[in-house]
C-alpha cells in the first residue's frame, strides 16, 4: 500500500512534468523566464559550484530542440534571454553557459555571449 501509493505519486510528478513541457514546447512561443525557468537546475553548475547534472542537460536539450524546431523569431528570442542572462555574469560564468550545449551534446542554434547581435540570427 505504501509503496503503491508512493509509486503513484512519483507517476504524478512525472506526468506534472511532462504537462508543463508538453505546453511549453506547444505554447506558440515561449518567455524568457519560461526558458530560464526551466535551465534553473543547471545554476550551481554555471556558478561553479556543483558538477554537471543529467537533469540540466536534460533541460539544456528540451530548450534546444524548443529552439532549433521553432522559428527564427524563436531562435532571436532565446538569444536575447541568453544575453540577458550572461550580460551582468562572470567570465567564469559566460565561458561555462557557452560551453554548456557542447558538454551536453547539443550544438546551441544561435551563439551565445554579452555582445552577440541575436537580430542577425536565423
Ligand atoms: C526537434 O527536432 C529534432 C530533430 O529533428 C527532434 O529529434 C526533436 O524531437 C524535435 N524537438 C521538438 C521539441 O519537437
Ligand atoms: C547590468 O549592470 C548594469 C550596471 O549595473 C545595469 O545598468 C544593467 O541594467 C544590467 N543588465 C542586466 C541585463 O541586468
Ligand atoms: C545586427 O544584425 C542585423 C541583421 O543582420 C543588422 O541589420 C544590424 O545592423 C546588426 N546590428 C548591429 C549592432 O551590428
Excluded: W
Amino acid at each position: 500500500m505504501a509503496a503503491s501509493s508512493m509509486a503513484l505519486k512519483l507517476a504524478c510528478g512525472v506526468l506534472m512534468c511532462m504537462v508543463a513541457y508538453a505546453s511549453l514546447a506547444h505554447a506558440a512561443s515561449f518567455t524568457c523566464k519560461q526558458m530560464l525557468d526551466t535551465v534553473a537546475p543547471c545554476q550551481p553548475y554555471l556558478e561553479n559550484a556543483a558538477p554537471l547534472t543529467d537533469t540540466c542537460c536534460s533541460r539544456v536539450k528540451f530548450l534546444n530542440n524548443l529552439a532549433t524546431n521553432g522559428t527564427t523569431a524563436d531562435r532571436q528570442k532565446a538569444c536575447k534571454c541568453v544575453k540577458g542572462a550572461v550580460a551582468n555574469s562572470t567570465d567564469s560564468y559566460l565561458g561555462l553557459a557557452q560551453g554548456l550545449p557542447g558538454k551536453c551534446g547539443v550544438t546551441a542554434p544561435y551563439p551565445i555571449g554579452r555582445t552577440v547581435n541575436c537580430t542577425s540570427v536565423q
